[in-house]
């Protein structure tokens, strides 16, 4: 083991290979114009959202989904619509961010691919589920 890298820090470990999938899923998905952070939020917004259930969804905080959102908003590949409350700000994707999605659907599946031929379809599966079991761990009300 590299010991440049090697750590007993779960959060080192799990962020390290993060960003490593990152940058294979943002080089599949760059010929769409998209980065795999572009493609979850369009991904989770097929219909009108509230701004807090999409940042729910994505795991972020709202004010980092918002500064997500600008570039989004600004190609228009999203919306901004109030609700029936004036206060409420919902997200919608439109149609030239559905055309968007559907020319980055395939480039995903690409880097899908490519990671489940690199890692194993198995193991990923596995990693799946125990990303699954984490996420519901670590959520906000889980008992420690």
């Not at 470990?13 to 795999?36: E, F, K, N, T």
């Amino acid at each position: 083991m590299d010991p440049t890298t090697a750590s007993p820090c779960t959060c080192f470990r799990l962020r390290r290979a993060s960003r490593q999938l990152s940058q294979i899923y943002d080089s599949h998905l760059a010929p769409a114009g998209l980065s795999l952070n572009a493609y979850s939020i369009l991904r989770r917004a097929p219909a009108p959202r509230q701004l807090g259930e999409l940042a729910d969804a994505l795991g972020m905080d709202r004010t980092t989904l918002t500064r997500n959102l600008k570039p989004l908003l600004l190609a228009g590949w999203l919306q901004e619509q109030r609700g029936d409350d004036a206060r409420q700000r919902l997200i919608a994707i439109t149609p030239a961010g559905k055309a968007v999605l559907r020319r980055a659907r395939p480039l995903w599946q690409r880097a899908q691919a490519h990671i489940e031929r690199a890692f194993g379809t198995l193991p990923t599966t596995h990693l799946n589920t125990l990303l699954d079991q984490l996420d519901h761990a670590l959520a906000p009300g889980a008992p420690a």
